[in-house]
């Protein structure tokens, strides 16, 4: 099997992206993740506090808009990167793809893994779905 077919065309986005700027916005915004934690519980408590006397809200259509997208992000995400990871098992081994952090230094996964990490954040969407259509 011919593993230069494996290797990735990088799209131009991917190429620009500054991982030591990404670090840099990381470490001096990370005590902003205590404010955010901290409205988000408001919000959770709030949330259901205000729609305890009220009628749920049907958001069927937002909430698979919401979680489709969420879900094609990934796959896309998982795409770029799976191909990469593959290559690395299949040319340098197991131990390589698990203990080498080579895996981030090229610009398609160094990419997707800070993308991967912020994509967390908005995955808290869901928890407004759950609040609005009162669920458990």
């Not at 959770?44 to 094609?72: C, D, Q, Y």
């Not at 160094?110 to 912020?118: D, G, N, Q, R, S």
């Amino acid at each position: 099997m011919n593993m230069s077919v494996l290797t990735l065309q990088e799209y131009e986005f991917e190429k620009q992206f500054n991982e030591n700027e990404a670090i840099q916005w990381m470490q001096e915004n990370w005590k902003k993740s205590f404010l955010f934690s901290a409205l988000y519980a408001a919000f959770i408590f709030g949330g259901r506090h205000l729609m305890n006397k009220r009628a749920k809200f049907e958001l069927r259509k937002p909430l698979v808009l919401w979680s489709l997208t969420l879900a094609v992000f990934s796959i896309f995400g998982a795409l770029r990167t799976g191909a990469y990871m593959v290559y690395i098992l299949m040319t340098k081994g197991l131990k390589q793809s698990v203990c080498d952090q080579g895996f981030y230094n090229g610009p398609v996964s160094k990419f997707w893994a800070y993308a991967f990490v912020l994509s967390k954040a908005p995955e808290l969407g869901d928890t407004i779905f759950i609040i609005l259509r009162k669920q458990k």
